[in-house]
């Protein structure tokens, strides 16, 4: 059964700070892994989607890094601002398992 | 357009009425989700439907009902419920499912059973 872990749970940062989540999964058998953003009380919107295939992708401030074969992820936040205050959830998809298993998610705020 | 629309926003209901939660989408996508969510829990899965057709109900209780009328629409009818199913119900579509394509959610349905 895929796992996947976020850590920290929790996380506060000053603006302007550059800054790293980490999320890790127990089989690496996967299609893809998507990190979603959610404001509280809303849906998810998705920020990054990488294929197996890929190490990264990029898109604005954002930056996630891929390593299929150690069951890692990372999404860099370059130059933090109060407005990306909200949970951060990584997802993986892979054959086997019926759609998107998800981590507990990271709360970051980012204080002015 | 990567829009995918939940009706209502908010729902209060008792434990003996019936009611239905509406999701759509113009994507052109063939699997629809429901998910739920708790506070501070993340999204659990409880059913997709591929081409119209379900196939897959992650074990949920009979007084969830989905029902997916076209390609575009996707309900969740509800009656009977309890209190602890009180959450936020999500709606997600994608281009196929299992196909490693990004999953699109809606702002979700806030539900209280009172």
């Known amino acids: 059964k895929q796992e996947v872990t976020q850590i920290p749970a929790a996380l506060s940062v000053p603006e302007g700070e550059n800054l790293v989540l980490n999320c890790s999964f127990t089989d690496s058998a996967i299609y893809n892994l998507q990190w979603f953003r959610q404001d509280p009380g809303k849906g998810l919107t998705s920020l990054l989607l990488?294929?197996?295939?890929?190490r990264e992708q990029t898109s604005g401030r954002l930056n996630a890094s891929l390593d299929k074969s150690s069951g890692r992820s990372t999404l860099y936040i370059a130059a933090s601002q109060p407005g990306d205050s909200a949970t951060y959830l990584c997802?993986?998809?892979?054959?086997?398992?019926?759609?998107?298993?998800f981590g507990k998610g990271t709360m970051l705020l980012v204080s002015p | 357009d990567t829009e995918v629309t939940q009706t209502p926003k908010h729902l209060v209901m008792g434990m003996t009425n019936k009611k239905s939660l509406k999701c759509e989408q113009h994507?052109?996508?063939?699997?629809m989700y429901w998910y739920k969510q708790k506070a501070k829990k993340p999204p659990e899965l409880m059913f997709v439907y591929s081409y119209e057709k379900l196939s897959i109900n992650e074990s949920v209780p009979s007084r969830f009902s989905p029902e997916c009328p076209n390609s575009s629409l996707l309900n969740l009818h509800l009656h009977a419920l309890q209190p602890e199913d009180s959450a936020l119900y999500l709606c997600?579509?994608?281009?196929?499912?299992?196909?490693?394509?990004?999953?699109?959610f809606g702002e979700g349905s806030w539900l209280t059973v009172v």
């Open positions: 997802a993986v998809e892979g054959p086997g398992y019926s759609t998107l298993t």
């Open positions: 994507m052109g996508h063939r699997a």
């Open positions: 990488i294929q197996s295939s890929q």
């Open positions: 997600a579509s994608s281009s196929n499912q299992g196909s490693g394509n990004t999953i699109y």
